[in-house]
Each structure stands twice: as structure tokens, then as C-alpha cells.
């Protein structure tokens, strides 16, 4: 908010929802937050952002096993390699400081992710149970909370913001809705949320239209198996094709339109829908759900709350390259700037 205070103008949104984002998991994992000249931390961003932007990449091996051997041939994967060690090398480091302050007290609690896994393990350990809990896991678990659990975030605020300024009736509606619900005076809280039905639905809405994940992550069947008269063998790469699901008219009656109706009752009323997936489904499906639902509906608030976004004078006229997007392993939006008007 205060740096949307100081430039209100030609604001790269991204950038912001980026830091945010990942602060909150610096929050949860590390408990404790990064300062903006800290070259380490600022490294390590550049290196996750990199890492989630070439993402399509990274599957290839899996979707075509036979190019493994040319794919680790090429400079573009021994950097990926590089930088998914980098990665874990800052993760180890910062896990190697919680495991010092811990130790340093027998009776702590713990204040983060971190922190209970190391008392979980030191606690197992005391009863010999060395199996369970390995460094290792920590160490991949906080990687792909920080790598999948920041930029998504980040784009699905993005894509908010953006689909605000595209259809600025919806943005009228959710500025209404959030004024008479929650004031001006303080900014929304979770307990405004069942009360807030017009603006859950724009923010299904917005996650429908975007599909952030097109095809979500790819998957593997673990055995023969049979759907609907088709054989799925062992082995198999399966691709979630969210997108289509989406935009799919037995399911959406304006499927290619944004149209937060998709989501409320004829009566008003919040009616969340089970064909919207932005999360994926099942046992593997996104294990941030939660916590990404919690960011964008407090940060989304807040900002409408305050402000009135617009397209920046020189994007104007490409709202329609904007939304179009660019596919990857997400769904990027156009090139954009946005203007934030105090209210």
C-alpha cells in the first residue's frame, strides 16, 4: 500500500504482488522477513522467478523421455540445473540457522514451519526413530512452497487487478459491496468474507477467465487403468487441461466472457462452483490452496478498497493483447501497466 502511495502510476503490479507473496511464505517457513537490500534473499527471488518462468522446460524429460539425454545437453538445462542447486543451497543455509536457534533451547516452540519440523524430528530422534523425518524433505518441501507458492499467487493478484481496470462495472460492484460491508475506515477482514458474495464471485471469476494453469503439472499413472472404455497404461504422462475446463459451455453458460454471474445465485448469493479447479484436484492437488485463498482475498480487498485501477495512458489501446496472455507453463498476462487512483 505505501509504495502504491509513493508511484500510483505506470505501476508494474507484478513486482509488488511478488514481494508480497513471497514475504508471507518467508513468514511461514523462515518465520521472519527479508530486508530489500539483502543480496542473498534478492538472488534467491531472481533465481525462484527464473526457475517458475521456464517451468515448461522442466517438464519436457517427463512428457518425452526419450529427449532426456539431448535435453541435458543443452546450456538452457545445465543453467536450470544450476539454479535449482542455488536454490536449496539458500534454503539449507537459512534451515542451518533455525536448526542453531533451536537447538540453542530445549523448551522452544517453534515459530514456523521450519522450527516445527526441526523439534518434530529432534523429538522422533529421541525415541530412535531417525526414518521419519530427514533434512532432505524439509528442504524440498520449503523449495516448492517458495517456487509454486509465490508466483501464482502474485499472477493471480495480477490477473485481478488487470480484469478490474478491463471491465470496470465489476470493479463499481466490488467497490460497493466492500464499502457498505466493511467501511472505509478499516480494511476488510476474513469475517467480512460470507458477507462479501459480488466480490468471492469476481474472484473465481478472474481465476476462470486467466486459468493461470493451463495444464496444471503434469501427472503419471502408477498402473493399467481403465476410464469410460479407454486404457490409461502404466506410466503415462497425464495433463490436467484446466483451460478447457474452463471454458467449457456445458459448464459455463458465458464461457468466453468475464462474467462474475457464473458464481451467484439469481438472488445475489456467493455459489462457489465445482468446475472451477485453479488449484488442480485430487491427492496431488495444490497443497497452498488455502493459503493463496487467504492472500488474494485480503490483498484484493484491501486495494479495491482504497483504490480505483485503470490502464496506464500507453496500454489503453492493448487491452486485448493484455488479456490474450502468453501460455507457458502459466498463463502470463500481456505486458502491462496499471494507475492506482486513491479514492
Known amino acids: 500500500m505505501e509504495k502504491l502511495e509513493q508511484q500510483p502510476t505506470e505501476v508494474k503490479v ?14 511461514l517457513v523462515f518465520g521472519r522477513r527479508y530486508a530489500n537490500e539483502d543480496k542473498r534473499y534478492e538472488k534467491f527471488l531472481e533465481n525462484s522467478k527464473f526457475l517458475f518462468d521456464v517451468g515448461l522446460l ?12 539431448l535435453l541435458s545437453l543443452l546450456p538452457m538445462t545445465r543453467k536450470i540445473v544450476k539454479t535449482v542447486q542455488d536454490i536449496q543451497t539458500f534454503i539449507e543455509e537459512e534451515i542451518t540457522k533455525r536448526e542453531a536457534l533451536i537447538s540453542s533451547d ?49 499472477k493471480t493478484l495480477e490477473w485481478l487487478m488487470i480484469h478490474m481496470a478491463a471491465f470496470p462495472e465489476a470493479q463499481d460492484n466490488v467497490q460497493e459491496e466492500i464499502h457498505r460491508v ?3 475506515e478499516r480494511q476488510p477482514q476474513l469475517s467480512d468474507k460470507a458477507q462479501l458474495h459480488y466480490t468471492q464471485a469476481v474472484i ?13 503439472i503434469s501427472h503419471r499413472a502408477i498402473k493399467d487403468t481403465y476410464f469410460r472404455g479407454y486404457l490409461i497404461p502404466a506410466d503415462a504422462a497425464i495433463v490436467p487441461f484446466l483451460y478447457g475446463l474452463h471454458r467449457n459451455s ?27 479447479e485453479p488449484f488442480c484436484v485430487g491427492k496431488r492437488a495444490c497443497p497452498g490452496e488455502s493459503l493463496a485463498k487467504l492472500e488474494i482475498f485480503l490483498t484484493f480487498t484491501a486495494i479495491i478498497q482504497r483504490y480505483r485501477v485503470r490502464f496506464s495512458r500507453d496500454y489503453e489501446t492493448k487491452v486485448d493483447d493484455i488479456l490474450r496472455g502468453v501460455c507457458g507453463l502459466a498463463r502470463d498476462a500481456g505486458e502491462n501497466r496499471l494507475d492506482f487512483v486513491r479514492l
Open 204 to 216: 473465481d471469476e478472474s481465476m476462470r477467465f486467466a486459468s493461470l494453469a493451463p495444464n496444471a
Open 58 to 69: 522442466s517438464e519436457l524429460p517427463f512428457l518425452f523421455p526419450y529427449l532426456s539425454k
Open 106 to 154: 530445549a523448551d522452544a516452540e517453534g515459530t514456523c514451519l521450519c522450527d516445527a519440523y526441526i523439534i518434530e524430528r529432534r523429538n522422533a530422534e529421541a525415541k530412535g526413530d531417525f526414518e521419519t523425518f530427514k533434512k532432505f524433505q524439509l528442504v524440498r518441501v520449503s523449495m516448492e512452497l517458495f517456487v509454486a507458492g509465490t508466483d501464482t499467487t502474485a
Open 14 to 27: 507484478i513486482d509488488h504482488f511478488n514481494a508480497l507473496t513471497n514475504s508471507v511464505i518467508a513468514m
Open 250 to 276: 456445458k459448464y459455463w453458460k458465458r464461457p468466453h466472457t468475464f462474467y462474475p454471474g457464473h458464481f451467484l445465485t439469481e438472488d445475489g448469493r456467493y455459489a462457489p462452483s465445482k468446475m472451477l
Open 182 to 184: 466493511a467501511g472505509t
